[in-house]
Nanobody
């Protein structure tokens, strides 16, 4: 049982910054990958950034150079630092994790957070 809770969303002006946080709670699991996805109204959910347990990162082309994903393994928390925000970044941002149950290694699953709204507007 892994639960994810996002925080840090809000309203920001173009060019501004926000930092999103996502904390994973529970026990008896090992998280390998964590990531951020976003979904704008009428659009499909898209991958924003991912990070592995050893720190390897991947970004969508649309956010490269502006967003930075990081994680604190001790806290089972992943962050998304968003700089130079644009109106097109407006979306609900979802945290995701991929983990394996310690007692049942064959049990691998993905968890999703409830989402946090990011609105970029002047």
């Amino acid at each position: 049982q892994v639960q994810l809770v996002e925080s840090g969303g809000g309203l920001v002006q173009p060019g501004g910054s926000l930092r999103l946080s996502c904390a994973a709670s529970g026990s008896g699991f090992t998280i390998y990958n964590m990531g951020w996805y976003r979904q704008a109204p009428g659009k499909q959910r898209e991958l924003v950034a991912t990070i592995t347990d050893d720190g390897s990162t991947n970004y969508a082309d649309s956010v490269k150079g502006r967003f930075t994903i990081s994680r604190d393994n001790a806290k089972n928390t992943v962050y998304l630092q968003m700089n130079s925000l644009k109106p097109e970044d407006t979306a609900v941002y979802y945290c995701s994790s991929f983990q394996v149950a310690s007692a049942l290694p064959a049990y691998r699953y993905t968890s999703w957070g409830q989402g946090t709204q990011v609105t970029v507007s002047s």
